[in-house]
């Protein structure tokens, strides 16, 4: 019994750096999720009421830059962008989607625009790039956060409706 005793001691006090692991701080353990977080993918992408019946990612992810591109095709068709500018096919929309679900749109016009009066396109995008359908903002971890993305919008010209 003795010896037992003697050894149970000797495992006790020898094992006693097992029990003393370093603990990481709170800030360590910050530093290392956040930089274990891939900051330019969200996991829940913005949608509009039309989408959210679907569950696959990348297809509500298509669906909402379709009805997105359409929405804003219909909402430039009635205006004379196309007539002002009939060499102007493509106008390319940045869209960004705010945590409180309100949108911004800002014209992407290319390097070579001084042949296009950019103030006048920027005021008829903004005057006619209003009244959307609620959109739902993107998800990051369960917290609604800003996105951006830029979508090509098609003008079409009156005579091609």
Same mark, same amino acid.
């Given at each position: 019994?003795?010896?037992?005793?003697?050894?149970?001691?000797?495992?006790?006090?020898?094992?006693?750096?097992?029990?003393?692991?370093?603990?990481?701080?709170?800030?360590?353990?910050?530093? &290392?999720?956040?930089?274990?977080?891939?900051?330019?993918?969200?996991?829940?992408?913005?949608?509009?009421?039309?989408?959210?019946?679907?569950?696959? &990612?990348?297809?509500?992810?298509?669906?909402?830059?379709?009805?997105?591109?359409t929405l804003i095709q219909e909402k430039l068709d009635i205006d004379t962008?196309?007539?002002?500018?009939?060499?102007?096919?493509?106008?390319?929309?940045?869209?960004?989607?705010?945590?409180?679900?309100?949108?911004?749109?800002?014209?992407?016009?290319?390097?070579?625009?001084?042949?296009?009066?950019?103030? &006048?396109?920027?005021?008829?995008?903004?005057?006619?790039?209003?009244?959307?359908? #609620?959109?739902?903002?993107?998800?990051?971890?369960?917290?609604?956060? #800003?996105?951006?993305f830029i979508l090509p919008v098609i003008i079409k010209a009156k005579d091609? &409706?």
């Amino acid at each position: 019994m003795k010896q037992f005793f003697f050894l149970f001691t000797c495992i006790v006090l020898n094992s006693c750096q097992y029990f003393e692991k370093q603990v990481p701080s709170e800030k360590e353990l910050l530093q &290392k999720e956040l930089k274990s977080i891939n900051w330019k993918e969200v996991d829940e992408y913005p949608s509009v009421p039309n989408c959210e019946k679907i569950t696959d &990612k990348k297809l509500r992810q298509q669906c909402f830059f379709e009805v997105m591109s359409t929405l804003i095709q219909e909402k430039l068709d009635i205006d004379t962008l196309s007539i002002l500018y009939p060499e102007l096919d493509t106008i390319e929309v940045k869209v960004t989607v705010f945590p409180n679900a309100s949108m911004k749109f800002e014209p992407q016009f290319p390097k070579d625009s001084a042949t296009y009066d950019t103030i &006048k396109i920027d005021s008829i995008l903004h005057a006619r790039l209003v009244d959307f359908p #609620k959109v739902n903002p993107a998800i990051k971890r369960g917290v609604p956060v #800003k996105t951006q993305f830029i979508l090509p919008v098609i003008i079409k010209a009156k005579d091609q &409706k």
